[in-house]
């Protein structure tokens, strides 16, 4: 009688197998994968290479062969004159005296009053929180009519603004930023804050630190990537904000960048070509906050993603 003996299976016969059962390969799925992301890419660009195509190219060319033509000339001439006729250089500077107080304060303000509902624990810090998120539900639309009266009746010295007034002053769009947004960077920040140990604050209250020693030495630099991640979004926000300047500035030198591109239009006649480049220069600001961010950016929005 004879015994036969199992012979062990081989590695590339129960790979095969596996493969069979599992489906398609996995650098076929990471293949499928890449195609997929990078038609959603390309999809996300199309504007903006149709922006750059159209901005080099002259007005006569496009006015005569069409938009969707081959160029027959291209050049930076529409950059020149979109710099050089909408006055650019001015509405830069009221953005930047717009944008960089109204984005400090905004998280500043908004670090505060997350810290007090994340690090300490009263019967309504939920309620509190709650009620900071809902101003961001409210549509600007909404809020513009009250708005506009208010700042009507709220004075400013001499020194803040020319106008006297909470109207037509770079000090209004400032504050409004920073009372609309910080619904939405307390709910960030609060979330974040909770992740850091409660046992940190305790040790520091121990050794005798006060609170606003606390929150400035210890809780704010432990939140840098959740600051890098909301002054970028933030800046992006209110940089290409359009409404409330439009609505609560009267002087048109006193309105930010995104003015400027109504300066390009005539009444009877407008060039897209123009409109292009000069929307194009605008966007370089918010490139650069981007890229120069962008590590702290991905490593903020990251936070908590590997936790269960």
């Given at each position: 009688?004879?015994?036969?003996?199992?012979?062990?299976?081989?590695?590339?016969?129960?790979?095969?197998?596996?493969?069979?059962?599992?489906?398609?390969?996995?650098?076929?799925?990471?293949?499928?994968?890449?195609?997929?992301?990078?038609?959603?890419?390309?999809?996300?660009?199309?504007?903006?290479?149709?922006?750059?195509?159209?901005?080099?190219?002259?007005?006569?060319?496009?006015?005569?062969?069409?938009?969707?033509?081959?160029?027959?000339?291209?050049?930076?001439?529409?950059?020149?004159?979109?710099?050089?006729?909408?006055?650019?250089?001015?509405?830069?500077?009221?953005?930047?005296?717009?944008?960089?107080?109204?984005?400090?304060?905004?998280?500043?303000?908004?670090?505060?009053?997350?810290?007090?509902?994340?690090?300490f624990d009263f019967r309504w810090n939920i309620v509190l929180l709650m009620l900071f998120t809902a101003g961001n539900l409210l549509p600007a639309q909404v809020l513009i009519t009250p708005l506009f009266k208010l700042y009507l009746l709220i004075p400013l010295p001499h020194w803040m603004t020319d106008s006297l007034l909470m109207y037509n002053s770079l000090w209004g769009i400032i504050f409004i930023h920073i009372a609309y947004q910080c619904g939405f960077c307390t709910f960030v920040l609060s979330n974040y804050m909770k992740t850091i140990p409660k046992e940190i604050s305790e040790a520091a209250l121990v050794d005798g630190a006060p609170v606003w020693r606390q929150f400035f030495q210890i809780i704010l630099p432990l939140c840098r990537p959740a600051?890098?991640?909301?002054?970028?979004?933030?800046?992006?926000?209110?940089?290409?904000?359009?409404?409330?300047?439009?609505?609560?500035?009267?002087?048109?030198?006193?309105?930010?960048?995104?003015?400027?591109?109504?300066?390009?239009?005539?009444?009877?006649?407008?060039?897209?070509?123009?409109?292009?480049?000069?929307?194009?220069?605008?966007?370089?600001p918010t490139l650069l906050v981007y890229f120069a961010l962008q590590r702290q950016f991905i490593s903020g929005l990251t936070i908590g993603s590997g936790k269960g």
């Open positions: 009688m004879t015994t036969t003996v199992p012979r062990p299976a081989s590695p590339l016969r129960g790979r095969r197998e596996a493969q069979s059962h599992d489906g398609p390969s996995k650098p076929r799925r990471q293949t499928g994968r890449h195609l997929m992301l990078s038609g959603i890419a390309l999809l996300w660009l199309l504007p903006l290479l149709w922006a750059v195509y159209t901005s080099l190219r002259p007005y006569s060319d496009t006015a005569k062969n069409g938009y969707l033509s081959w160029p027959h000339s291209l050049s930076f001439g529409n950059f020149t004159d979109a710099w050089e006729q909408s006055g650019m250089p001015h509405f830069f500077w009221n953005s930047v005296l717009i944008t960089v107080p109204a984005v400090l304060g905004t998280l500043l303000f908004a670090a505060a009053v997350a810290f007090f509902v994340s690090r600051f890098a991640a909301l002054a970028t979004l933030e800046s992006i926000w209110i940089y290409n904000d359009f409404f409330w300047p439009l609505a609560l500035i009267e002087t048109g030198d006193k309105r930010p960048i995104t003015s400027a591109l109504a300066n390009l239009q005539g009444a009877y006649f407008t060039n897209p070509n123009l409109i292009a480049a000069g929307a194009l220069m605008t966007a370089i």
